[in-house]
């Protein structure tokens, strides 16, 4: 993983009206703990975090923080949590935890699909559906993989990829439910049957917890002169010649 240094400040003021101005300011609240020890409340730069977000999207960063007027060697910390202003998009606030390379900790990792496109059931005429963008593991933070790459390519109508067939390095071990499936591709007329059902049921819910899957279809041909001949709705169908 990488190890970005990062400048803090450490913060004092509390409040909703000062953390608004905080955040005019250009800063983020940002709370840092672990290891039982006594949370410590910084400011960062907003433009610097997202600038480092940014450049390392879809991979997990150590930071090194550096608070003003600290002494001793700087912490080394991971974001656990991070919130974002729906709006504006900026980030509002974040929640450091503290490492030691020594302890092994739990943290999430993206998880990355190859060839979803180029999958035999896609190219059959199935749908990939891609449920898990990411999946938590606990190891030491020496062996925190940047990604986890799942290759579909050979994933057939009906099969599925679960986290028990995730490749993960020595030491790391997923946390999440081995059975748990992360993408799988579903027949396409299955599919088409499903958002018919769905869109002529009046008053229908979700089932509470259910996942919002991302789909991935094979691009569709073009449909011949049989399309062009079919009637139009309420059209009748003439009669046959005897």
């Given at each position: 993983?990488?190890?970005?240094?990062?400048?803090?400040?450490?913060?004092?003021?509390?409040?909703?009206?000062?953390?608004r101005r905080l955040r005019a300011?250009?800063?983020?609240?940002?709370?840092?703990?672990?290891?039982?020890?006594?949370?410590?409340?910084?400011?960062?730069?907003?433009?610097?975090?997202?600038?480092?977000?940014?450049?390392?999207?879809?991979?997990?960063?150590?930071?090194?923080?550096?608070?003003?007027?600290?002494?001793?060697?700087?912490?080394?910390?991971?974001?656990?949590?991070?919130?974002?202003?729906?709006?504006?998009?900026?980030?509002?606030?974040?929640?450091?935890?503290?490492?030691?390379?020594?302890?092994?900790?739990?943290?999430?990792?993206?998880?990355?699909?190859?060839?979803?496109?180029?999958?035999?059931?896609?190219?059959?005429?199935?749908?990939?559906?891609?449920?898990?963008?990411?999946?938590?593991?606990?190891?030491?933070?020496?062996?925190?993989?940047?990604?986890?790459?799942?290759?579909?390519?050979?994933?057939?109508?009906?099969?599925?990829?679960?986290?028990?067939?995730?490749?993960?390095?020595?030491?790391?071990?997923?946390?999440?439910?081995?059975?748990?499936?992360?993408a799988s591709v579903a027949a396409?007329?299955?599919?088409?049957?499903?958002?018919?059902?769905?869109?002529?049921?009046?008053?229908?819910?979700?089932?509470?917890?259910?996942?919002?899957?991302?789909?991935?279809?094979?691009?569709?041909?073009?449909?011949?002169?049989?399309a062009a001949k079919a009637p139009?709705?309420?059209?009748?169908?003439?009669?046959?010649?005897?």
């Open positions: 993983m990488k190890h970005v240094p990062i400048a803090a400040k450490i913060r004092t003021t509390r409040g909703s009206s000062q953390t300011e250009g800063l983020v609240p940002v709370e840092v703990y672990g290891h039982k020890e006594t949370n410590q409340s910084i400011t960062v730069n907003e433009k610097e975090l997202n600038k480092i977000l940014t450049s390392s999207r879809g991979e997990n960063i150590f930071f090194l923080v550096n608070v003003e007027g600290a002494k001793g060697e700087a912490p080394l910390a991971v974001i656990k949590e991070i919130q974002y202003d729906k709006l504006k998009s900026s980030i509002i606030h974040a929640d450091f935890h503290k490492v030691n390379m020594n302890e092994k900790i739990r943290i999430k990792v993206p998880i990355k699909i190859l060839n979803g496109d180029m999958a035999e059931g896609v190219k059959e005429g199935g749908t990939l559906q891609v449920f898990m963008r990411t999946v938590e593991v606990y190891c030491l933070p020496a062996q925190i993989p940047e990604a986890i790459q799942v290759d579909v390519v050979t994933l057939k109508v009906g099969e599925a990829v679960h986290v028990s067939d995730l490749k993960l390095g020595e030491g790391v071990k997923a946390t999440q439910d081995a059975g748990s499936v992360i396409q007329q299955a599919e088409e049957v499903k958002a018919e059902a769905v869109a002529g049921t009046t008053g229908a819910v979700a089932a509470p917890g259910a996942a919002e899957p991302e789909v991935i279809t094979a691009k569709k041909k073009e449909e011949g002169a049989d139009a709705a309420g059209e009748k169908k003439p009669a046959e010649k005897k």
